[in-house]
């Protein structure tokens, strides 16, 4: 018996002792069953809080390029909507027309909106842009258009009805009723300008004064343009609408004109009113002019033969 005690005894002695410096036989501490102690890990076994404080530090204060950037979730920015592009076309009619040819009343034509002043219920004046100029016309619309009239803007395109032509002495060129908002109205571009004429305009304030003037081509370097009108021989005989000779023009427009000397006043006829559309400032008209020495004091008066210079439209 003795003998089988002293070897457990020696037997319990080769035991190696535990990682905590307790015996294998003593029952392991409140602080031991936590983790892992100090000691433990400067052996090399690493402690998980202390890597994950690490870990945090190394993000917050690494160099730019020093090490490799923490992972974050792609977003995809959205993408901006495309600007809606102007429409390519043609610029809407020319409504001067309305008042020239009566034949255009009651067809349906497109106006492109400049501006738009209403001027009671139901109506408005609207400039229609032509591609050149805008042309006043009264619009008029039904009550229960009224939503729709209401959105209309500047470069908006609408579809009206010629209902009638304006006065040749004033007012508004047309008047049209609001069928459809189109939409957009096509866009122009400012267009480079040619170079102007070399030589300035006429003194036309000589015409009347120099019978050997007359049949002559001259230019007329446009200041002003007025309104278009039909010849009229039961008009008033002051008016330039009884001036032509019967057979040599149709219509007729005063225009002022620049020359090296100041200004001087022209009436200019034509048998098509579509060529006297194109007169406007900076425009050079080929004129030939007509003597009537027997009326020194009026305007002079010529035909037109076409242009020397058109400038380009403005951009819209």
């Known amino acids: 018996m003795r003998i089988i005690i002293i070897t457990a005894l020696a037997a319990i002695a080769a035991l190696p002792a535990c990682d905590d410096g307790r015996a294998p036989w003593e029952a392991p501490s409140p602080r031991s069953r936590k983790g892992p102690s100090p000691a433990s890990a400067s052996k090399g076994q690493p402690d998980p809080a202390a890597a994950a404080a690490a870990t945090s530090d190394a993000g917050a204060n690494a160099e730019p390029g020093s090490g490799p950037a923490p992972v974050e979730e792609a977003t995809a920015a959205p993408e901006a909507a495309p600007a809606a592009a102007a429409p390519a076309g043609p610029p809407g009619f020319d409504f001067r027309l309305a008042r020239l040819d009566p034949s255009v009343a009651g067809s349906v034509r497109l106006c492109d909106v400049g501006e738009l002043e209403p001027i009671g219920s139901g109506r408005a004046i609207v400039s229609c ?122 219509y007729w427009i005063r225009v002022t004109c620049k020359h090296e000397g100041g200004t001087s006043r022209l009436v200019i006829g034509a048998s098509d009113p579509q060529p006297l559309l194109r007169l406007r400032p900076d425009a050079v008209a080929r004129v030939r002019v007509v003597h009537h020495g027997r009326f020194p004091q009026r305007e002079a008066l010529g035909h037109l033969a076409g242009l020397a210079h058109e400038p380009p439209p403005p951009a819209w």
């Not at 258009?145 to 209401?150: E, I, K, L, R």
């Not at 002495?169 to 267009?191: D, F, I, N, S």
């Not at 370097?221 to 032509?244: C, H, Q």
């Open 129 to 250: 842009w032509n591609g050149a100029v805008g042309v006043p016309v009264e619009l008029s619309y039904e009550p229960g258009q009224a939503a729709v009239a209401s959105t209309i803007r500047r470069h908006h395109r609408i579809r009206v009805q010629i209902t009638s032509g304006g006065k040749h002495t004033g007012g508004p060129e047309a008047h049209v009723r609001l069928l459809a908002l189109v939409g957009e109205a096509p866009r122009q571009a400012a267009r480079p300008a040619p170079p102007p004429p070399a030589a300035g305009g006429f003194d036309f304030s000589r015409v009347n004064r120099d019978p050997a003037l007359d049949g002559t081509e001259q230019r007329c370097l446009i200041l002003s343009a007025g309104r278009i009108a039909p010849v009229d021989a039961a008009a008033s005989k002051t008016s330039p609408a009884t001036w032509f000779a019967p057979g040599t023009a149709s």
